[in-house]
């Protein structure tokens, strides 16, 4: 047989098994939840996600007074980037995280404390 014929086979073969992994792997994440994390970014914003928030003073009166919407600040938890340049990755009890967001065409910075059982939200810029 061909050197060809046995790459074609091979492939073909190859290709049938990739697409029932996906389907596979997708239909088991859809119904677990499992999400796969990998960089830092994701990581530590699961990592968040995870945890109960709270609210400094200043925030909380600005919910309060209905000045902040509690689900845009959720959304920088889903959407954001961490800026890990300016952020305390080392600070101690807790870490100190700046999460980014484009909003209406604004760029909105977060800056959150990441403590070991719950996260104080500090202030939306």
Same mark, same amino acid.
């Given at each position: ?57 200043? @925030? ?7 000045? $902040?919407? *509690?689900?845009? +600040? #959720? ?6 980037? &961490? ?14 995280? @700046? ?7 604004? $760029?909105? *910075?977060?800056? +959150? #404390? ?6 104080? &939200?500090?202030?939306?810029?």
């Amino acid at each position: 047989m061909a050197f060809i014929k046995r790459l074609g086979f091979y492939l073909f073969g190859l290709s049938i098994g990739l697409v029932f992994l996906s389907i596979f792997l997708r239909k088991k994440a859809d119904e677990t939840g499992v999400s796969f994390c990998y960089l830092p970014n994701c990581r530590a914003l699961k990592d968040m996600r995870s945890k109960s928030v709270n609210y400094s003073d200043e @925030l909380a009166q600005m919910i309060a007074y209905n000045q $902040l919407d *509690t689900v845009q +600040v #959720k959304q920088f938890f889903n959407e954001g980037e &961490i800026n890990f340049s300016k952020s305390d990755t080392h600070a101690k009890p807790c870490k100190i995280y @700046l999460i980014e967001k484009d909003v209406d065409g604004v $760029l909105r *910075t977060l800056t +959150v #404390k990441n403590c070991n059982t719950k996260i104080v &939200i500090e202030s939306l810029d």
